[in-house]
T-cell receptor
Framework: AQTVTQSQPEMSVQEAETVTLSCTYD???????LFWYKQPPSRQMILVIR??????QNATENRFSVNFQKAAKSFSLKISDSQLGDAAMYFC?????????????FGKGTKLTVNP | DAGVTQSPTHLIKTRGQHVTLRCSPI?????VSWYQQVLGQGPQFIFQ???????GRGNFPDRFSARQFPNYSSELNVNALLLGDSALYLC????????????FGSGTRLTVV
């Protein structure tokens, strides 16, 4: 079964510093998609970054980048130059396909606090 | 363009009652999925609908049902509510079959008392 593990329930970072959130997953598939979502107190899940497993190049979106280690099944998120607005819950997710259906399997999340 | 719209935003129900939650996807999106997020946990998959057909169902009891309408909007129905059904219910839409990800609504906060 596909599972996603986020081992850091909480993390904190100083404004303008860099922080890395960890995520590992378990799958027997060779091609798949991984996502990081941000959930602020407004509750809406906001897509931060996505990674296609067949691409060896790590995805980057402005201050957000990932370190995708396919063999180790690791997908960490690095936030550079942290801003107060980055404070939120961050969820790692795996896109699971089966018999014509698709779903996201989420980790339990990491609460990120940004200190001024 | 309007995002994914969910209604109502908050709801309080009594045990044993029935509830209907609604979701309007982004224009052009044909796939709608429903997730349950219990406090302190990641979202759990409930249903996926694509082109008005159920494509996937998560590990939820038969008290949970859903449907998708010709305009691609969707309803999630929960019968015989239990205290444990209290959660944030999220709707996500996508074109279906692509990797661009899913756009989520702000959810419906359901409290069962």
């Amino acid at each position: 079964a596909q599972t996603v593990t986020q081992s850091q329930p909480e993390m904190s970072v100083q404004e303008a510093e860099t922080v890395t959130l960890s995520c590992t997953y378990d799958t027997s598939e060779s091609d798949y998609y991984l996502f990081w979502y941000k959930q602020p107190p407004s509750r809406q899940m906001i897509l931060v970054i996505r990674q296609e497993a067949y691409k060896q190049q790590n995805a980057t979106e402005n201050r957000f980048s990932v370190n995708f280690q396919k063999a180790a099944k690791s997908f960490s998120l690095k936030i550079s130059d942290s801003q107060l607005g980055d404070a939120a819950m961050y969820f790692c997710a795996y896109r699971f396909l089966q018999g014509g259906s698709e779903k996201l399997v989420f980790g339990k999340g990491t609460k990120l606090t940004v200190n001024p | 363009d309007a995002g994914v719209t969910q209604s109502p935003t908050h709801l309080i129900k009594t045990r044993g009652q029935h509830v209907t939650l609604r979701c309007s996807p982004i224009s052009g999106h044909k796939s709608v999925s429903w997730y349950q997020q219990v406090l302190g946990q990641g979202p759990q998959f409930i249903f996926q609908y694509y082109e008005k057909e159920e494509r996937g169902r998560g590990n939820f009891p038969d008290r949970f049902s859903a449907r998708q309408f010709p305009n691609y909007s969707s309803e999630l129905n929960v019968n015989a509510l239990l205290l444990g059904d209290s959660a944030l219910y999220l709707c996500a839409s996508s074109f279906g079959g692509d990797y661009y990800g899913y756009t989520f609504g702000s959810g419906t906060r359901l409290t069962v008392v």
